[in-house]
């Protein structure tokens, strides 16, 4: 074969198109067996392999065209529809839609479809069509799985209980919570429920490192005419708020730590009840963290490295360090920086340079 | 016959500062023994014999004797910590809304609740069994609660007040382009006027310009004011945050008397029984054991 002599002549190049057509057979068989595997398996692991291997195929060749059926999104659909399905998850409908695209319907959310949306890194985002809210990531190829706090907000809490009931959109997360309760269990994904998570010790840091005192004021005021309380914490930590059944919703810092790095935690005797629950069924906590959400927003852990929208973003590598710049802007910066790296270098510095904050805590102690 | 008298008397005088000297000794050994045993309500009636006859054993006039209680004088702040330990015991559950902070020995701070926001509310003083609050927070609360009958809270005419004026100075910066328009329009006005004045410019048409003059006037006031209306309106928002917190904290107060008591009227009928009710409560925890008081 290294002569070119060989190379030119007619039965080389016949046996080279030969070969290069049993290639595109072949891989074409790769292809329709993949496709099998993803319909019919009932192996959570080949089933991961067969949509991971189709995402990545490449079906593109010098002399053979096949028509380009489905996407790599769409394979992110069949999958996650494939291991609800095995495991009995009936809430979740994934079809195909007119442009041989497989969308996804929650029930009861009977106005919303959920499309994923691949980026080049392979990062699979579990998008609500409408809003365009990416409800959570996930990346078959390094097993990661996150819900995407700021979206989870956006979409249910701001938008969808407009037009549903608290009960509805309880009903409408728990699939999803499923799935990626499956992931972690059958495919030792690593996942990240965020501010679905309902652990007793979980806790969510702010965004913005210094926190008014006078935000947890207006939720205090807002509790005067309620049956709850919204109590102090040792050492001036933060504020606990009592509701039913045992339930404590806490703004609050470690008080033994310098930096006083505010966090939200909701601690129940069952561990059943999330931050995410406590926005959707409290109306008192939702109007409160939405009228002050700037102040409030919750800093979206990264699992996954790099975020598209903040790259394509032109805005995001434009905005200053410091967001507080102007008033009115901040909801829609927030937005922007929202999973912004930078962010997390200036909490530390801010947080030195607050000479204040140990006086400041022994004011209120002399108090 | 001088001297036998003076010895008489002498003798008279060492009689008296012997049993002087014994019953302060008595006293001291029995205050010691009660103090020994954590005889706590043997250390009130010690204390204050006067109080303990006529409260708990319902004996008017039994006056205290000021020679030996005077002796434990210098030790009021050692006891007062020592008898706080039951007492406040005693106060946690029966007053559950109540805090305590011992900022020097043997004297504390009262704090009502324990919530975001909280009142400074007074002294406990622990040898007299009594709550001495502060005069200006207890009437506070006292008038919420006179507030709360009418539908009313303690700050709600203030928060209205302010608030009303929040809205009108809001609607002057919302009008700040109809009140260019109107400005132009009676500048030109005021134009077309001025060219009728002059020597012979008659009564009405002088009216007419000097209503428009005022006119304008208003308008510029107007306008110097909605300047600087949106500072005011954002100092005026931390004057109701801070006027509503103080409401919420009456709020909060109110709810645990009820809550503990049932009214304000019983909650006050209880601090006046305090020291009874206590004392007693440590009689019935006594009597249970072995402490049958020997001195009686």
Redesign the interface.
């Known amino acids: 074969m290294t002569s070119n002599k060989i190379e030119n002549s007619p039965t080389a190049k016949i046996n080279a198109l030969s070969d290069s057509f049993k290639q595109v057979l072949k891989r074409g068989q790769q292809y329709v067996d993949l496709l099998d595997q993803l319909a019919q398996t009932d192996d959570a692991e080949e089933l991961l392999a067969a949509a991971e291997k189709l995402a990545e195929q490449d079906l593109h060749n010098a002399f053979i065209d096949f028509p380009q059926h489905y996407q790599a999104a769409d394979y992110c659909m069949l999958f996650m529809g494939r291991l609800l399905e095995m495991h009995n998850v009936t809430s979740v409908t994934v079809d195909e839609n007119g442009q041989h695209e497989f969308v996804a319907m929650i029930d009861p959310l009977t106005d919303a479809s959920f499309k994923f949306v691949v980026s080049d890194n392979g990062e699979a985002a579990f998008t609500e069509q409408t809003q365009q809210q990416p409800l959570f990531y996930m990346n078959l190829k390094q097993r990661l799985f996150q819900f995407n706090n700021r979206a989870l907000v956006n979409y249910f809490i701001v938008y969808a209980l407009k037009k549903h009931s608290d009960l509805e959109l309880r009903d409408a997360i728990k699939p999803l919570i499923e799935f990626a309760n499956e992931l972690a269990d059958d495919l030792n994904f690593t996942i990240n429920l965020g501010i679905l998570n309902t652990a007793n010790d979980e806790r969510f840091k702010l965004q913005e490192p210094n926190l008014q005192l006078?935000v947890?004021?207006?939720?205090?005021?807002k509790?005067?005419?309620t049956d709850y309380?919204?109590?102090?914490l040792p050492q001036n930590s933060g504020?606990e708020l009592l509701l039913d059944q045992g339930i404590k919703f806490d703004l609050s810092f470690d008080p033994d730590d310098y930096s006083q790095e505010w966090a939200f935690q909701v601690k129940d005797p069952g561990e059943q009840v999330s931050f995410f629950d406590i926005l959707l069924h409290y109306t008192m906590v939702r109007e409160w963290y939405l009228a002050d959400r700037d102040a409030l927003a919750v800093r979206s852990d990264q699992l996954i490295i790099a975020d598209d929208e903040d790259d394509t973003d032109q805005s995001a590598a434009t905005i200053p360090p410091e967001p507080e710049s102007e008033p009115t802007e901040e909801v829609l910066s927030t937005t922007a920086i929202d999973e912004a790296p930078e962010e997390t270098a200036d909490d530390e510095s801010e947080a030195v340079d607050d000479e204040e904050t140990p006086e400041q805590k022994k004011h209120d102690e002399d108090? | 016959m001088a001297s036998e008298n003076q010895d008489s008397k002498a003798v008279d005088v060492s009689q008296e500062i012997k049993s002087r000297i014994e019953t302060k000794v008595k006293y001291l050994q029995e205050l010691d023994q009660a103090i020994d045993q954590h005889r706590d309500r043997d250390v009130y009636r010690l204390l204050d014999n006067q109080r303990y006859a006529k409260e708990i054993e319902h004996r008017e006039q039994q006056p205290n004797d000021e020679g030996v209680m005077s002796l434990v004088d210098d030790l009021a702040d050692q006891l007062s910590s020592y008898l706080s330990v039951n007492l406040i015991k005693y106060l946690g559950k029966t007053y559950p809304f109540f805090y305590y902070e011992e900022y020097q020995t043997g004297h504390y701070r009262i704090y009502f609740g324990?919530?975001?926001?909280?009142r400074?509310f007074g002294e406990l003083d622990v040898l007299n069994v009594r709550f001495s609050f502060d005069q200006t927070e207890y009437e506070m609360l006292n008038k919420s609660f006179a507030l709360a009958r009418k539908d009313k809270r303690y700050n709600s005419d203030r928060i209205n007040k302010i608030s009303s004026e929040n809205d009108r100075l809001q609607d002057l910066i919302d009008h700040q382009r109809e009140r260019e328009e109107k400005r132009q329009h009676i500048q030109e006005e005021l134009k077309d006027i001025n060219s009728h004045s002059g020597l012979f410019e008659s009564s009405r048409n002088r009216a007419t310009r000097e209503e428009l003059v005022a006119q304008l006037q208003k308008l510029e006031d107007q306008e110097t004011e909605s300047r600087t209306a949106a500072q005011t309106i954002k100092e005026n928002e931390?004057v109701v945050?801070a006027l509503?917190?103080e409401?919420?904290i009456l709020?909060?107060e109110q709810k645990s008397i009820i809550d503990t008591f049932g009214s304000f009227e019983d909650f006050e009928l209880a601090n006046r029984n305090l020291y009874a009710d206590y004392l007693k409560s440590l009689a019935d925890d006594k009597d249970a054991g072995k402490q049958v008081n020997a001195n009686d």
């Open positions: 006078t947890i004021d207006r939720l205090f005021v509790t005067g005419e309380m919204l109590m102090n504020a108090d | 324990n919530w975001w926001d909280r400074r931390q945050l509503s917190k409401n919420t709020s909060y």
